[in-house]
């Protein structure tokens, strides 16, 4: 990354610049009329611990963020939530600390809110629109990391986007996961909990049979929908496997 973009605190939009279009899920006619998302400008405020709040203007509304900026870096990770959003991620507020480990090793993160939470295509698009915003600070390998409801979204949208290098699914969701096959011959990694009763372990089996090659299924004993009880060993797997699947 070569810092924050253009014009930080404001400056000239940015029309045309396309944040992403897809389908409504499932094939059935869009609840909009158009369902094409355009970045018109973007602007980034210095927050703490050497973070920056990030809000990308889009046609649809504005899309907030926090930025963990590596100055340099050619790699970037978004980070999306459930279906109400927000930033902290599952594993008590996970995608926090995971975002200062990655800086070590180079790679830049970014946390994304929902402008409509818990609509499956709009929540898409939100993401897309960070591929959009991690282009233009010329990022060149991109993954995407979605627990619960945002599994299927991160599904959704790696599976529409070529520019989309890794996907992670954390205790996934099936409704808005059919297309986890159109991810290969990308990685696909799904993480869920053994003892998870909000969506069984069951479901991120299923999304494993729908996804081509490579891909990889971790169940790990104990763990519940939130992932608290394993938050150290899931830093660890995430750490290392996006790393890894960035740098190839």
């Known amino acids: 990354m070569t810092g924050p973009p253009e014009r930080p605190h404001g400056g000239a939009p940015h029309p045309g610049d396309t944040g992403g279009s897809l389908p409504s899920p499932g094939g059935s006619p869009p609840r909009d009329s158009d369902l094409t998302l355009n970045i018109q400008r973007v602007s980034a405020q210095p927050a703490e611990e050497g973070r920056m709040n990030v809000t990308i203007e889009t046609s649809r509304g504005d899309i907030r963020g926090i930025l963990h900026p590596r100055e340099g870096g050619l790699t970037g990770v978004i980070c999306v939530c459930g279906a109400i959003g927000g930033f902290d991620g599952p594993a008590g507020a ?75 699914g954390l205790s996934s969701q099936t409704a808005g996961a059919t297309g986890a096959g159109k991810i290969a011959p990308r990685p696909l990694l799904l993480v869920h909990g053994e003892a998870d009763t909000r969506l069984p372990p069951d479901c991120s089996r299923i999304i494993h049979e729908w996804a081509g090659d490579p891909k990889e299924l971790v169940i790990i004993p104990g763990a519940g929908h939130g992932l608290r009880e394993c938050r150290e060993e899931l830093h660890d797997l995430l750490r290392r496997w996006l790393v890894d699947k960035l740098a190839t």
Do not use: K, W
């Open 94 to 168: 996970i995608y926090a600390s995971l975002g200062d480990a990655l800086l070590e090793d180079g790679v830049s993160s970014l946390r994304l809110d929902y402008r409509h939470p818990n609509h499956l295509a709009e929540c898409a698009l939100d993401t897309l629109a960070g591929v959009s915003f991690f282009q233009r600070l010329g990022a060149e390998r991109i993954a995407l990391v979605g627990h619960s409801f945002g599994g299927a979204v991160v599904i959704m949208a790696g599976a529409f986007s070529q520019e989309v290098t890794a996907v992670v």
